[in-house]
């Protein structure tokens, strides 16, 4: 038997609301029913988890092809593929998951829901320092002596000074300096200097980081073709 389901929370077409959209097999329609009220018990905000079709028996040919039609996604519970299946579902680019545990089909799927929404994405600090001394070395330009308190600085790598009003200079490092040498990496510990061409306001205690900027995260979650099996 294989019927098909309207969305489990959100108004179809609500603005602003992405949809993970399912298909589901299941052993026997007893399981089918449980594993149903599960996955409609899910509340992500932003997110609409909806199965657009479920049924009973092995995952065949036809549930791949209505998978197209939603996420791509199948959800799999005490059941298996049908024989030479493998091949059309790494084709079509469906990802196929099976469980033998309900509250692991469940916290998968809020993950995947959860991973549908973009986050806010941070910048990943590599090393901090403390400004110690400065050197002038032209009308707009210096160098900041730093005490290397964490991690470490790197050539060619993001920095920000950060004084107490918040950060106030951006740029990259474009020569790191150890003991009056030319350096590509500067660690804890260490004194270094970094050169400013630009900016002159910088002043002793202002700290300076050191980091990898951000990568936006889009928010689009993407089947991975091929079959998984998280068995418990």
């Known amino acids: 038997m294989t019927r098909k ?20 097999k299941c052993d026997v329609s007893g399981t089918e ?64 998951r099976l469980y033998d545990t309900i509250y692991v089909i469940t916290e998968d799927l809020k993950k995947l829901a959860e991973s549908q929404i973009a986050k806010e994405a941070q910048d990943k600090i590599t090393g901090k320092a403390k400004i110690i001394a400065i050197y002038k070395v032209s009308s707009k330009g210096i160098i900041i ?22 950060p106030a200079y951006f740029g990259k490092i474009t020569s790191l300096q150890v003991e009056n040498k030319n350096v590509k990496i500067g660690k804890k510990g260490q004194q270094i200097g ?17 980091y990898e900027p ?11 073709p091929g079959v998984v099996r998280s068995r418990s």
């Open 194 to 210: 970094i050169k400013i061409s630009n900016w002159n306001k910088a002043q002793k205690d202002d700290l300076v980081e050191c």
């Open 145 to 166: 002596g730093c005490e290397v308190l964490q991690g470490k600085f790197e050539l060619g790598k993001h920095f920000r000074v950060i004084t107490a009003m918040g």
């Open 33 to 96: 029913e449980a594993v149903h009220s599960s996955i409609n018990a899910l509340e992500v905000p932003g997110v609409e988890v909806k199965i657009i079709q479920s049924g009973v028996g092995n995952i065949t040919k036809s549930d791949v092809l209505m998978a197209l039609t939603g996420s791509r996604l199948v959800i799999g519970f005490n059941v298996d593929i049908t024989p030479k299946l493998q091949q059309e579902i790494k084709e079509h680019g469906v990802e196929v």
């Open 5 to 24: 389901k309207g969305p489990a929370h959100s108004p179809a077409g609500e603005p602003g609301i992405k949809k993970l959209e399912i298909v589901l």
């Open 214 to 224: 951000a990568q936006p995260s889009t928010g689009n979650w993407k089947p991975r």
